[in-house]
């Protein structure tokens, strides 16, 4: 309501008296309430209620969008997309472009190839002939080292008429031992010594005799049997190959290298090859080895190419590749039954020591020799020479061989 004049307003001056009883100009009367002036707080004292406020949380405000608009509630950032693999085409699943889905993959390959690996030469043992060559009667005792005897025999067994025909055989009935090593491992180098197959010796049963007849008369026990009793040399383990071995062993790991000295043309070995190193399939080495005709030196000069053959052959059969190559691996393992034959007691683990140590005596770490034979015939052992190699392979002293004693051909002078 509007302020009336002479009732104190601001129009006449007064100092608001009617509210407490003036009149007009009149000053109050003593008993009239009075105004209480009021007190002026300093500055710097903040009020209670400021105070308050200010241990309060305080509502930031917010800003109002131009224009009178609603504000909206905020939305969230969408997440990051993960990264694509192998270039983010359209197809495919997403799962085939993890690295851990292929290092599984890897890993179950490496383990297929392992357990491969490991079943095919099992598989194949388990088909391998089991040859019984340990004579009846009075043995030599155990020695230190392991002697394993190697034959090669010309056995037909298991060929085809088609197959003689193209290894020019001859024979299918032969049962002679073309191929007669002795193979000493121990503490000393590996050493690897021939017998020429027409070396005369003391036959039990048969008087004096030549040495590839025993097979044929009675067996791999009466060819042991003859072996020990003419060098004192305890046989502990027997490997034996026919014809097809060889050529079936160097087809399946796709050929070997051979060095001949001289050209050779053998019809009836079946062989025509040229001097120098050069690589040879199957039918080939087998001609290589088993050719004796052409040369001078005969059966002393085809026992050399012998170890040559079995040396090259161990070479690829213990590659990394034909282990790494299972159609190589599946092709050697399978050309062992059939045509090799093992002592009945032989494991796996005997096979592969002498397979390895089949390898190594071509190399610095072994020894090869033809037993030592006289200046006047090939058929007879030089006793002299001889009798030292026989007691370093009974005594595991190998180092003691000494190089007259041990030459290619078994003829003195290292010829």
């Not at 690589?279 to 000069?301: C, H, I, M, T």
């Not at 020591?353 to 770490?365: E, F």
Request: hydrophobic share 30%; aromatic share 6%.
């Amino acid at each position: 309501m509007a302020d009336r004049p002479g009732n104190g307003g601001p129009e006449d001056g007064t100092n608001y008296g009617w509210l407490y009883g003036a009149k007009g100009g009149q000053e109050p009367p003593p008993d009239a309430t009075r105004a209480i002036p009021r007190q002026q707080r300093p500055a710097q004292e903040p009020t209670r209620r400021a105070q308050h406020r200010d241990d309060e949380t305080r509502v930031m405000p917010t800003q109002q969008p131009s224009g009178g608009a609603t504000p909206r509630s905020p939305v969230p950032a969408p997440a990051p997309t993960p990264p694509q693999h192998g270039g983010g085409g359209s197809g495919g699943s997403s799962r085939f472009r993890r690295p851990r889905f292929w290092f599984r993959m890897v890993a179950l390959l490496l383990a297929l190839w392992l357990v491969y690996t490991i079943a095919v030469p099992f598989f194949a043992w388990n088909s391998t002939d089991k040859v019984t060559f340990a004579p009846d009667g009075d043995r030599p005792g155990d020695q230190p080292g392991t002697t394993y005897l190697l034959v090669g025999s010309d056995s037909r067994k298991g060929l085809t008429a088609a197959e003689r025909k193209k290894f020019s055989t001859g024979n299918p009935k032969s049962e002679l031992t073309d191929t007669i090593m002795l193979l000493h491992t121990g503490d000393g180098p590996d050493v690897l010594l021939s017998i020429p197959r027409d070396s005369i010796v003391d036959m039990p049963g048969h008087g004096s005799s030549k040495i590839n007849s025993a097979y044929a008369r009675g067996g791999a026990q009466l060819l042991v049997q003859t072996i020990e009793g003419e060098t004192g040399i305890r046989i502990d383990e027997y490997v034996e190959i026919g014809l097809g071995g060889v050529a079936g062993v160097v087809d399946s790991v796709g050929g070997i290298e051979v060095c001949p000295k001289q050209r050779i043309n053998d019809k009836l070995a079946g062989l025509r090859i040229k001097k120098g190193c050069q690589e040879v399939d199957g039918k080939v080495a087998l001609a290589y080895s088993r050719s004796r005709k052409q040369s001078p030196l005969g059966d002393l000069e085809r026992v050399q190419r012998q170890r040559e053959v079995v040396a090259a052959i161990g070479d690829k059969v213990l590659s990394p590749w034909s282990v790494v190559n299972p159609v190589r691996w599946w092709r050697l393992n399978n050309a062992v039954p059939g045509f090799f034959g093992f002592g009945e007691d032989t494991s796996t683990l005997d096979a592969g020591r002498w397979a390895l140590a089949m390898t190594k005596v071509g190399g610095k770490d072994g020894r090869t020799c033809t037993m030592p034979v006289t200046d006047g015939s090939a058929n007879n052992w030089d006793r002299d020479r001889a009798e030292p190699i026989f007691r370093a392979f009974i005594e595991d002293s190998t180092d003691d061989i000494t190089k007259a004693q041990c030459t290619p051909s078994g003829l003195p002078g290292n010829r």
